[in-house]
């Protein structure tokens, strides 16, 4: 599935203030960015730029001090925390670079979870979707493992099947493959590339500029601006 022109994500004069003892400390100042369904976006910067705080704005894990953010047309920047919260399982699959697995719950159980939550799919259908969605990572020997009696890379591939439990829309992923080596790193990277193809939209913040430059577009950003925003050459997002 191609990009489309229908907007997905539309962030307008996000402004974001941190207010501690020691003053004011601004992560977001003014912070405009449009992303369309079908793309696969990343997020680059140096730590401390502002690309997490912009995230989480994205998935509504943090609020704006002021400004609009709208995902699916839903302004999340006004919901109320348990509407939002709902919301957010049934449309936002987030994947994290430390994979946030649950340690006491086997792998299916783990993808089991969101759908669990958020009350999707019948009862008798989860199983069976979540293991249909281990075969998409290639994980489906795996089933019935604790995460500890697997390797961080295939954690961090339960974590992606985890993220589409529920079929959502996006797909926010936090430096994916930051704890991963490199080949393991390629691997996660082109299947966010099939997914992409398949017609999620994919945000991904990275510190990797080689991967940043292999996605549909890059969004720079520093001291709380995006400073470039733009179209990688034809071919980016594939291996």
Same mark, same amino acid.
């Given at each position: 599935?191609?990009?489309?022109?229908?907007?997905?994500?539309?962030?307008?004069?996000?402004?974001?203030?941190?207010?501690?003892?020691?003053?004011?400390?601004?992560?977001?100042?003014?912070?405009? +960015? @449009?992303?369309?369904? =079908?793309?696969?976006?990343? !997020? /680059?910067?140096?730590?401390?730029?502002?690309?997490? %705080? #912009?995230?989480?704005?994205?998935?509504?894990?943090?609020?704006?001090?002021?400004?609009?953010?709208?995902?699916?047309?839903?302004?999340?920047?006004?919901?109320?925390?348990?509407? +939002? @919260?709902?919301?957010? =399982?049934?449309?936002?699959? !987030? /994947?994290?670079?430390?994979?946030?697995?649950?340690? %006491? #719950?086997?792998?299916?159980?783990?993808?089991?979870?969101?759908?669990?939550?958020?009350?999707?799919?019948?009862?008798?259908?989860?199983?069976?979707?979540?293991?249909?969605?281990?075969?998409?990572?290639?994980?489906?020997?795996?089933?019935?493992?604790?995460?500890?009696?697997?390797?961080?890379?295939?954690?961090?591939?339960?974590?992606?099947?985890?993220?589409?439990?529920?079929?959502?829309?996006?797909?926010?992923?936090?430096?994916?493959?930051?704890?991963?080596?490199?080949?393991?790193?390629?691997?996660?990277?082109?299947?966010?590339?099939?997914?992409?193809?398949?017609?999620?939209?994919?945000?991904?913040?990275?510190?990797?500029?080689?991967?940043?430059?292999?996605?549909?577009?890059?969004?720079?950003?520093?001291?709380?601006?995006?400073?470039?925003?733009?179209?990688?050459?034809?071919?980016?997002?594939?291996?």
């Amino acid at each position: 599935m191609a990009v489309t022109d229908t907007l997905l994500i539309e962030i307008c004069k996000v402004m974001k203030v941190f207010r501690s003892g020691t003053g004011e400390f601004r992560a977001l100042d003014g912070v405009n +960015l @449009s992303i369309s369904q =079908g793309e696969f976006v990343a !997020i /680059v910067g140096k730590s401390g730029s502002g690309k997490s %705080t #912009l995230m989480n704005m994205i998935t509504g894990i943090d609020r704006p001090t002021s400004g609009e953010v709208r995902v699916g047309g839903k302004p999340l920047h006004t919901m109320g925390e348990n509407d +939002l @919260s709902k919301w957010r =399982g049934r449309n936002i699959g !987030i /994947v994290f670079q430390f994979f946030q697995l649950l340690p %006491t #719950l086997t792998v299916i159980d783990n993808i089991m979870l969101p759908m669990d939550f958020c009350g999707m799919y019948p009862a008798g259908e989860r199983r069976r979707r979540a293991m249909s969605l281990l075969e998409l990572v290639d994980m489906e020997q795996h089933a019935h493992k604790l995460p500890t009696a697997i390797s961080g890379g295939q954690q961090q591939r339960v974590a992606i099947a985890r993220s589409l439990a529920n079929d959502p829309p996006l797909i926010a992923a936090d430096e994916p493959t930051g704890n991963l080596d490199s080949k393991t790193a390629a691997d996660v990277f082109g299947l966010f590339t099939r997914l992409t193809a398949a017609g999620k939209t994919i945000v991904m913040v990275t510190h990797d500029a080689d991967l940043a430059a292999r996605t549909h577009r890059a969004v720079r950003i520093a001291d709380g601006n995006i400073i470039e925003d733009a179209m990688n050459a034809p071919g980016g997002g594939g291996l």
